[in-house]
């Protein structure tokens, strides 16, 4: 069963923040390799999907174990929002994939299955260690963005000479753009690809703050979660 996993992992992460075949600009070249951390949770981001799209229990168990793994801390950055709600009067719900959320859907799936139960218990162990959360690891928040080209931006601080990482996943399926500016509003980096995952990196040349706008091509208000190293 894991390396079937391992296989479906593999293909799902390859497409889940990948440029869109046919789209009108290309995904700004990278500065650096993924970090482990990112990468992770876009596997696991990918895997969620999955599992939820096809009630596979196995998938929403393996992707509770990546993320069990990942340590995580608080953005503590307050998101400003500009644009119009698309259904007056309610605001999306900004619930993330957790650790947590996604071993119990993935136990409820399971049923009886013996195999299945026992992998669940042992992730079950591992997120009770509490390795989640830990300070030091990815910076993360979870947020909504209006639609029809709403967009939210973060005020971040990163470090010079150090590689920077951004990461943002849509949880209902809704097309956002990333983008990256320095102090003086000059354009760093951008991820204006057809897809519901975003992602650019970069060096910085001097520390200080960067902000980070999401812009929410689709028509409709969406969910979503953002990462930074």
Known sequence: ???????????????????????????????????EDIRAIQVAKSLADYGYATDSAS?????????????VQSLGVEGVASGEPA???????????????????????AKNDKTLTKWANEVQKSIKKGTRGAVGGAKYDTDFVYGNNGTISYSVPFYAGQLAEIA????????????????????????????????????????GKFTIVIKNTSRWDGCFELYTN
Request: charged share 25%.
């Open 87 to 109: 259904e007056p009067g309610k605001t999306p719900s900004t619930k993330g994939y957790t650790a947590e959320q996604l071993l119990a859907d993935g136990k409820a799936l």
């Open 168 to 207: 943002v996943y849509s949880l209902d399926g809704r097309d956002l753009d990333l983008y990256v500016y320095d102090e003086y509003d000059h354009l760093i980096e951008k991820d204006t690809s057809y897809n519901v995952g975003a992602y650019v990196n970069f060096v910085p040349r001097w520390t």
């Open 1 to 35: 069963m894991k390396k079937i996993m391992t296989v479906i992992m593999l293909c799902l992460v390859g497409t889940a923040f990948a440029i869109a075949q046919g789209t009108e600009e290309e995904k700004p070249e990278l500065k650096g390799a993924v970090s």
């Open 59 to 71: 998938a929403l168990i393996e992707a509770a174990e990546i993320l069990a793994q990942v340590k």
